[in-house]
């Protein structure tokens, strides 16, 4: 099973420029998400999803958009990049409301 | 709604000294706690979860973590570490009656010294 893929692992953007994170989940999970890392904040929220068609913001939105078309796909759009949103990034999926999260392997983007 | 703090961002051990990493959280309803591990340039890997069936949970790599909710607790432990054992810890909470997209803390570097 590949589990939750992301791509790309590393991207470089100008300011202003905008992008698509790609993460697909082949366990038919119900539940996905997009968080971010930064040093001393740990993982923060994004956005996330309980099942195809339905999206809702988290803690951090501003700046991202997602769309549900599909159980597997879950994209992540960066509007008009800012240095703000340097990060590493992980897409994670669960199949219930109490099982763990699987993560992807993170996608590490810097904006200059 | 839930939060997580984990006290302390860094824990310094000796190689065979006990492991003690704190997390504790906030919760109206009945939570479901995990601890992740994430090694360097890695993602994130379960350790172990609690879901109200025992207190004291088992995990991988001889850790473990006992839920007290008069503390609002849910530290981990191992009682000997290993030089393998560096990376950094997240606890997280989610709870009923929401997404259940779980809540993370701002995680807990530990390092191991020889």
């Known amino acids: 099973n590949a589990g939750v893929t992301q791509t790309p692992k590393f991207q470089v953007l100008k300011t202003g420029q905008s992008m698509t994170l790609q993460c697909a989940q082949d366990m038919n999970h119900e539940y996905m998400s997009w968080y971010r890392q930064d040093p001393g904040m740990g993982l923060r929220l994004i956005h996330y999803s309980v099942g195809a068609g339905i999206t809702d913001q988290g803690e951090v939105p501003n700046g991202y958009n997602v769309s549900r078309s599909t159980t597997e796909d879950f994209p992540l759009r960066l509007l008009s990049a800012a240095p703000s949103q340097t990060s590493v990034y992980f897409c994670?999926?669960?199949?219930?409301?109490?099982?763990?999260?699987?993560f992807g392997n993170g996608t590490r983007l810097t904006v200059t | 709604a839930q939060s997580v703090t984990q006290l302390g961002s860094h824990v310094s051990v000796s190689e065979g000294a006990l492991v003690l990493l704190r997390c504790n959280y906030s919760s109206s309803v009945p939570p479901y706690l995990f601890w992740y591990v994430q090694y360097p340039n890695q993602g994130l890997q379960l350790l172990l979860k609690y879901t109200s069936a025992a207190t004291l949970v088992k995990g991988i790599n001889g850790f473990e973590a006992e839920f007290k909710k008069s503390e609002t607790s849910f530290h981990l432990t191992k009682p000997s570490a290993h030089m393998s054992d560096a990376a950094e810890y997240f606890c997280?909470?989610?709870?009923?009656?929401?997404?259940?997209?779980?809540?993370f803390g701002r995680g807990t570097s530990l390092i191991v010294h020889p």
């Open positions: 997280a909470v989610s709870a009923s009656g929401g997404s259940y997209i779980p809540t």
């Open positions: 994670a999926s669960m199949g219930s409301n109490n099982s763990p999260l699987h």
